[in-house]
């Protein structure tokens, strides 16, 4: 069967992002809203709702565009040769847009108040330093990735299981680093609340940004790069 268009295949990263940053973080904005603020059990449930929504979103696209919806994750596969430079961009188009129209929609759900309470944007917790965030996002997308390859890209992996892999680590690194850095582990997932909170006026921290790029890229190429090189995975320069 010939290979969806890339079109179509950036239409799945599209939907695939928006649901999980829809789901993943009006799960946040619903804590707050109507909650006063997630405990341990809150945190719990966020993160179930952003490893479900990966789950479900692997389960339905993964055949048709790989579900990345996680701008690190594609560099990851551009790196190591195994997507094109020119998809690299859509994808990436894709899932920033995708992680914007999910933002917007919650504001259309909850209203003003989702804006006051954040959008379910990611930011360092108490005390945490830039560089101790940064050092943060890079382990847990680690691990992200080493689920990625191992369970989807390395084509040994026992079929059917890369969701639940995946999906359950996404929610691990969120119970463990929620109150760290918020573990966003993918640039449009913070990028979709923080473009939309600019958008309604809301209190906004693009100086801290780049924690949410640096962390989740590099983490992502040493795994890649590193799960490649214990698997004896053969990875060529990309087009």
Known sequence: MPQPTLMKRAIA????????????????????????????????????????????????????????????????????????????????????????????????????????????????GVGVSYWQAIVSEGVMTFFLVLAVWGSAVDSRAPKGFAGVAIGLVVAADIWVSGPITGASMNPARTFGPLFTETLWGGTTAWAKFPIYLIGPIVGGLIAAFLYDYIGGLKNKPAE
């Open 13 to 124: 990263e599209l939907v695939g992002t928006y649901v999980l940053v829809l789901l993943g973080t009006l799960s946040v904005v619903t804590m707050v809203v109507f909650f006063k603020g997630p405990d341990m059990a809150g945190l719990l449930l966020i993160g179930l709702a952003f490893g479900v929504a990966v789950m479900v979103m692997i389960y339905a696209f993964g055949h048709i565009s790989g579900t990345h919806i996680n701008p690190a994750v594609s560099i990851a596969l551009w790196a190591t040769g195994r997507l094109p430079a020119k998809d690299l961009v859509g994808y990436i188009v894709a899932q920033l847009i995708g992680a914007v129209l999910a933002s917007i929609t919650i504001v259309i759900i909850v209203g003003q108040r989702a804006v006051d309470a954040g959008l379910g944007g990611t930011a360092p």
